[in-house]
């Protein structure tokens, strides 16, 4: 289900160029691919306000923050998490709390943007309603959450057990992509959803088919766990943490560009048009918009 009736706004050069930079040391294509159309889809403005609603480590509070002159908070009820974000997006305002009771007044953001998150949360009817209240008349709300019908090579194990009646394994020896999963969508369902909530669904996309096998778990069961030790020098936090990118000077040399290279080349196979006829894709993407009255 690729439904647009409004096409999203196309990156600016500038905005382009300036996440390039940012997304320098990312090694899960699906997250690049998430971060930039998200993007579009907020269609940022200066002044603006903005929420990152489940913002973890803060990672698009800082991209927003860098991106335009407005006002972003991040909130999330992760304070160590916070406290990571506060130290790369300084003009930003971070928040701690529960995303089916925050602590903002109604009508107080122009943009909210929701990430990898409502699949996490027990009444996703709950959570919606919340960030209408607290979205302005006519602002925008931007959506990822996973797609229920996945590539094979994105999770085989789990992919091969739900075809024979089990469910994604949310435990693993290398951990999981679906920790703390309620749910995975449907694009319909999550258009379903997103409406019953009074917001009006503008576009609806499903992305990233192609990927090298397992990439979720290098990433995040490997990978991630040994930025998050300290263990690695300095000189190779610089081209792997997802949060310095701009540190990455992008040298061809380094094993991580090198492996990263790779990645994006299979990557780039998204990008055939014909990638939308296929059934399996990583995300489901939906641009909603809370009605005027």
Sequence with gaps: MNMTEQPYVPLAPRDASLMDTMLRNEADPAYSRRARRLMQYLDLQDGDTVLDCGCGYGFYTQMIDKLRDLHVVGFDEAFDRLLVGQEHANRATFVRGDGQGMPFAN??????????????????????????????????????????????????????????????????????????????????????????????????????????????????GIGKPLIESGILPESWMKSADRMRGDQNQGSKLNPLNLARGIINYVDQLNERPETLDKRSFVNVFVKARKPLS
């Excluded at 122009?110 to 009444?123: F, G, N, Q, R």
């Excluded at 996973?146 to 693993?172: E, M, Q, V």
């Design 107 to 220: 009508n107080s953001f122009d943009k909210i943007l929701l990430s990898e998150v409502l699949e996490h949360i027990p009444d996703q009817q709950a959570a919606l309603h919340e960030l209408r209240r607290i979205l302005k008349p006519g602002g925008i709300l931007a959506i990822s959450v996973p797609h229920a019908n996945y590539p094979l090579w994105w999770d085989p194990a789990s992919w091969i057990w739900t075809r024979l009646g089990g469910k994604p394994f949310t435990h693993t020896k290398f951990g999981s992509i679906w920790e703390n999963h309620v749910r995975l969508y449907e694009p319909a369902e999550l258009v379903r959803q997103v409406r019953m909530a009074d917001f009006e669904v503008e576009c609806c996309e499903e992305a990233t088919h192609y990927a090298i096998p397992m990439t979720p778990y290098v990433v995040y």
